[in-house]
T-cell receptor, first 115, second 114 residues
Framework: GENVEQHPSTLSVQEGDSAVIKCTYSDSASNYFPWYKQELGKRPQLIIDIRSNVGEKKDQRIAVTLNKTAKHFSLHITETQPEDSAVYFCAAQRGSGAGSYQLTFGKGTKLSVIP | EAQVTQNPRYLITVTGKKLTVTCSQNMNHEYMSWYRQDPGLGLRQIYYSMNVEVTDKGDVPEGYKVSRKEKRNFPLILESPSPNQTSLYFC?????????????FGDGTRLSIL
């Protein structure tokens, strides 16, 4: 099955700096890669996603890049703010075949933005 | 309002006492799923369902059962709970079309098995 590795497990940045979280996946059939943000005591919420036919996607201060050849994708947050502090999860999903539509998550990155 | 509703939100119970966590969604989604979240392990899938009467095991199905008799409901059943099932549980749903649709999560159920 799919295996998703996420690094780092914790990340501290100064307010205004950029934060980068990286994930690698093992299944070349995976074609959908969402990122979720989970604030303390709350449910995971989708912040951005990317499909395998796209190399980069941006939404205001958040961007995701995908390298299908290397099987890795990254989340970039620019001009970080204290409210960006949360746990971030990457995930990968197959689009067809056995196990398709199952979402496999990374173990999460706890981001702390220091004012 | 589109939402996934889980009940109860919190439950403390004892080993061996059967319990059910309910999950209901109002978005007419075909796909529903249960995850457990443990510190340092992220979200791991327990069971999923692609439609009514169609369910399959995820990565950590041992000790759990599910059923999907109606499209909107997907209960998680612990027939004989044990302390290692103490965890935070999330139900999620999404539309089936195209396959690349985001999952919507419920607010979670925190289970403590003593």
């Amino acid at each position: 099955g799919e295996n998703v590795e996420q690094h780092p497990s914790t990340l501290s940045v100064q307010e205004g700096d950029s934060a980068v979280i990286k994930c690698t996946y093992s299944d070349s059939a995976s074609n959908y890669f969402p990122w979720y943000k989970q604030e303390l005591g709350k449910r995971p919420q989708l912040i951005i996603d990317i499909r395998s036919n796209v190399g980069e996607k941006k939404d205001q201060r958040i961007a995701v890049t995908l390298n299908k050849t290397a099987k890795h994708f990254s989340l970039h947050i620019t001009e970080t703010q204290p409210e960006d502090s949360a746990v971030y999860f990457c995930a990968a999903q197959r689009g067809s075949g056995a196990g398709s539509y199952q979402l496999t998550f990374g173990k999460g990155t706890k981001l702390s933005v220091i004012p | 309002e589109a939402q996934v509703t889980q009940n109860p939100r919190y439950l403390i119970t004892v080993t061996g006492k059967k319990l059910t966590v309910t999950c209901s969604q109002n978005m007419n989604h075909e796909y529903m799923s249960w995850y457990r979240q443990d510190p340092g392990l992220g979200l791991r899938q327990i069971y999923y369902s692609m439609n009514v009467e169609v369910t399959d095991k995820g990565d950590v199905p041992e000790g759990y059962k599910v059923s999907r008799k109606e499209k909107r409901n997907f209960p998680l059943i612990l027939e004989s709970p044990s302390p290692n099932q103490t965890s935070l549980y999330f139900c999620a749903s999404r539309s089936w079309d195209s396959g690349s649709q985001p999952q919507h999560f419920g607010d979670g159920t925190r289970l403590s098995i003593l």
